[in-house]
């Protein structure tokens, strides 16, 4: 579960502004520069999802869909716990989002309690996944209900399927999950979907579009990974044209690091992360070096030629 939540806009003038935001821990505060830097990714580079690690802090920025609200300038960030998974986070992302636009208002204090109330429900899905006591709970509060009604034979069918689906739904999650961490990222996808069905059958509808979700999640990371190896097929072309000496290139570098970092973010792979951001700063001062070398260059080509137009 996030350890916060924060609702934000990003103004084509001034900046980003945070609207609500909402910490188990107040120390847990997202840095300014933090905030500035998914500004910049979102606004100047386009990008829909955003990945930043600071200090061993993990931090991830999407854009919401707020086309009901005329709106197209709002994000949601999180700053995850340690040891959260992305993939998980990502797939509970519309969940939360569909919360946001129902309950949107200009009224800060309403829209913090919306931010907190997204996070229990987080915990509350997370803890049902966790303990399929807790589903077979609430497929019993829910026949009561329905007892109540007078909804006699729906009540038996969810009666019925509440004393075995969600021992089935916890097994094939727990499946599903060791197959993502052996990297059978499509055997995991369908081990996710599988488990969705489930969760639809017993009317656990967040679950089940959680599942969802996260299926369809996993199932592009083998995509993914051939991007990455095909960028990193395109870095090492542009860089071999740096042995001719073409410093220039330092800067041409740069477009194909961001887009592995990226992947790497989305593949949780840390160790490659740091490699790519520090190769990214070094590109980036090599290019600056270069620009001045470039410029000094110029001085000196336009001192000697002076120097050859002096008549001796």
Same mark, same amino acid.
């Given at each position: 579960m996030p350890?916060?939540?924060?609702?934000?806009?990003?103004?084509k003038s001034f900046g980003p502004n945070i609207l609500a935001e909402y910490y188990l821990k107040?120390?847990?505060k997202i840095p300014t520069s933090t905030l500035k830097e998914f500004s910049d990714k979102h606004a100047k580079k386009n990008l829909i999802d955003v990945y930043i690690r600071n200090n061993d802090i993990r931090y991830y920025s999407s854009k919401i869909n707020a086309e009901s609200l005329k709106k197209d300038n709002l994000f949601l960030c999180f700053i995850l716990q340690e040891g959260e998974d992305l993939v998980s986070l990502k797939s509970i992302f519309q969940?939360?989002?569909?919360?946001?636009?129902?309950?949107?208002?200009?009224?800060?204090?309403?829209?913090?309690?919306?931010?907190?109330?997204?996070?229990?429900?987080i915990f509350s899905l997370i803890q049902k996944l966790q303990e399929p006591k807790i589903i077979k709970e609430t497929i019993n509060e829910r026949t009561k209900?329905?007892?109540? *009604?007078?909804?006699? +034979?729906? %009540?038996?069918?969810?009666?019925?399927?509440?004393? *075995?689906?969600?021992? +089935?739904? %916890?097994a094939e999650v727990k499946i599903a999950e060791q197959l993502l961490s052996e990297k059978e990222y499509r055997k995991a996808r369908k081990g996710f979907l599988k488990a969705a069905e489930l969760a639809t059958i017993i009317q656990e509808n967040e679950i089940a579009s959680f599942l969802k979700?996260?299926?369809?999640?996993?199932g592009t990371f083998p995509d993914l990974i051939k991007k990455r190896a095909d960028i990193s097929k395109e870095l090492g072309k542009r860089a071999s044209e740096l042995e001719n000496n073409q410093l220039y290139l330092y800067n041409y570098l740069i477009d194909p690091i961001d887009r592995l970092i990226n992947v790497s973010n989305t593949l949780e792979e840390t160790e490659l992360n740091d490699v790519l951001i520090k190769l990214k700063?070094?590109?980036?001062r090599a290019s600056r070096l270069a620009k001045e070398l470039h410029g000094l260059d110029n001085k000196i080509r336009e001192f000697i030629k002076k120097i050859q137009d002096i008549e001796f």
């Amino acid at each position: 579960m996030p350890k916060a939540i924060i609702l934000f806009e990003i103004d084509k003038s001034f900046g980003p502004n945070i609207l609500a935001e909402y910490y188990l821990k107040e120390q847990d505060k997202i840095p300014t520069s933090t905030l500035k830097e998914f500004s910049d990714k979102h606004a100047k580079k386009n990008l829909i999802d955003v990945y930043i690690r600071n200090n061993d802090i993990r931090y991830y920025s999407s854009k919401i869909n707020a086309e009901s609200l005329k709106k197209d300038n709002l994000f949601l960030c999180f700053i995850l716990q340690e040891g959260e998974d992305l993939v998980s986070l990502k797939s509970i992302f519309q969940n939360v989002e569909d919360k946001i636009v129902q309950n949107f208002t200009t009224d800060k204090k309403k829209l913090t309690e919306t931010l907190k109330n997204a996070i229990n429900s987080i915990f509350s899905l997370i803890q049902k996944l966790q303990e399929p006591k807790i589903i077979k709970e609430t497929i019993n509060e829910r026949t009561k209900q329905m007892l109540d *009604e007078g909804k006699l +034979k729906k %009540a038996r069918e969810l009666i019925d399927l509440g004393e *075995e689906i969600p021992e +089935k739904l %916890a097994a094939e999650v727990k499946i599903a999950e060791q197959l993502l961490s052996e990297k059978e990222y499509r055997k995991a996808r369908k081990g996710f979907l599988k488990a969705a069905e489930l969760a639809t059958i017993i009317q656990e509808n967040e679950i089940a579009s959680f599942l969802k979700n996260k299926g369809e999640n996993v199932g592009t990371f083998p995509d993914l990974i051939k991007k990455r190896a095909d960028i990193s097929k395109e870095l090492g072309k542009r860089a071999s044209e740096l042995e001719n000496n073409q410093l220039y290139l330092y800067n041409y570098l740069i477009d194909p690091i961001d887009r592995l970092i990226n992947v790497s973010n989305t593949l949780e792979e840390t160790e490659l992360n740091d490699v790519l951001i520090k190769l990214k700063s070094n590109s980036q001062r090599a290019s600056r070096l270069a620009k001045e070398l470039h410029g000094l260059d110029n001085k000196i080509r336009e001192f000697i030629k002076k120097i050859q137009d002096i008549e001796f």
